[in-house]
């Protein structure tokens, strides 16, 4: 199986910039589509962006169009979020998480999940 380890997360103003990495360990990264999701204290966990197996297409929720990017390099066996202008509202738990194929929207498709890292954005 694949797992994976979140790191880049922090306490950042308003305004400022993060970039997450998700690093995975295992055989045959290039099989799985990835994703990143967030979850705020109470709220469900949503999905933030997604990428296809070879990087060529992706997704964006609509509340981060513009402003986040995601990425991956195969050869480094790696996903990355970077995360610009960041609101408050971005505040949450960001997760990485994988599926073999293509992707999907939906948290319930995802078979790998990473343990997450905590993204703070303060006023």
């Known amino acids: 199986q694949v797992q994976l380890v979140e790191s880049g997360g922090g306490l950042v103003q308003a305004g400022g910039s993060l970039r997450l990495s998700c690093a995975a360990s295992?055989?045959?990264?290039?099989?799985?589509?990835m994703a990143w999701f967030r979850q705020a204290p109470g709220k469900e966990r949503d999905i933030v962006a997604a990428?296809?197996?070879?990087?060529?297409?992706?997704y964006y929720a609509n509340f981060v169009k513009g402003r986040f990017t995601i990425s991956r390099d195969n050869t480094k066996n790696t996903v990355y979020l970077q995360m610009n202008s960041l609101e408050p509202e971005d505040t949450a738990v960001y997760y990485c998480?994988?599926?073999?194929?293509?992707?999907?929207?939906?948290?319930?498709?995802?078979?790998?999940w990473g343990q997450g890292t905590q993204v703070t954005v303060s006023s």
């Open positions: 990428i296809s197996k070879s990087g060529g297409t992706t």
């Open positions: 295992g055989r045959s990264f290039s099989m799985y589509a």
């Open positions: 998480a994988g599926r073999l194929g293509d992707y999907t929207v939906r948290s319930l498709g995802y078979t790998y």
